[in-house]
């Protein structure tokens, strides 16, 4: 039998359906979701300035859709989404709580969430490549593949 797990979960303004923030114990990741319509306020935040991947969510024609990306600064990089991408209702950023992730790290992250979201046949992936995993060392791999569970 697995161990259990302990999730907390912020909401920033008091509402679950506005911006949150998610944190595992023992897990240095740091996950901060907002409605698009907060994406201003979202992107402000210290974590959005950190080396992260994040995901765009939202549905084109009815059917759930998604993007997969990473970036050095996350914020900066859905402000370009913003500009670009019309259909995505929601952001999720995940980083970790001391910008402990680097390129390397997040690329590998990126190509896995990829393939992941590919695989469950859930959502129509917005990505126009997947790329390949990066190469990591045994231990850098092991790590974020834990990151990933």
């Known amino acids: 039998m697995g161990t259990g797990k302990s999730l907390e979960l912020f909401f920033v303004n ?3 359906d506005e911006m949150l ?3 595992v114990f023992n897990w240095t990741g740091h996950v901060l979701k907002s409605p698009r319509t907060q994406i201003k306020d979202a992107l402000e935040r210290s974590e959005a300035q950190f080396t992260g991947v994040y995901l765009l969510l939202g ?3 009815g059917s759930p859709k998604i ?3 990473e970036s050095e600064c996350v914020a900066d990089r859905i402000k370009q989404h913003d500009l670009k991408k019309d259909w995505w209702d929601d952001a999720v950023l995940i980083t970790t709580t001391a910008n402990e992730l680097n390129k390397a ?3 590998y992250l990126e190509s896995r969430l990829i393939n992941l979201a590919d695989q469950s046949k859930h959502s129509t992936l917005d990505n126009s490549t997947k ?3 990066s190469k990591l060392s045994e231990a ?4 974020m593949e834990e990151f990933i569970d």
Do not use: Q
């Not at 850098?140 to 790590?143: G, K, L, P, R």
């Open 14 to 16: 008091g509402k679950p």
């Open 59 to 61: 549905s084109l024609d």
């Open 105 to 107: 790290h997040v690329k």
């Open 131 to 133: 790329p390949p995993i």
């Open 67 to 69: 993007y997969v990306g």
């Open 140 to 143: 850098t791999t092991s790590n």
């Open 21 to 23: 923030t998610a944190r």
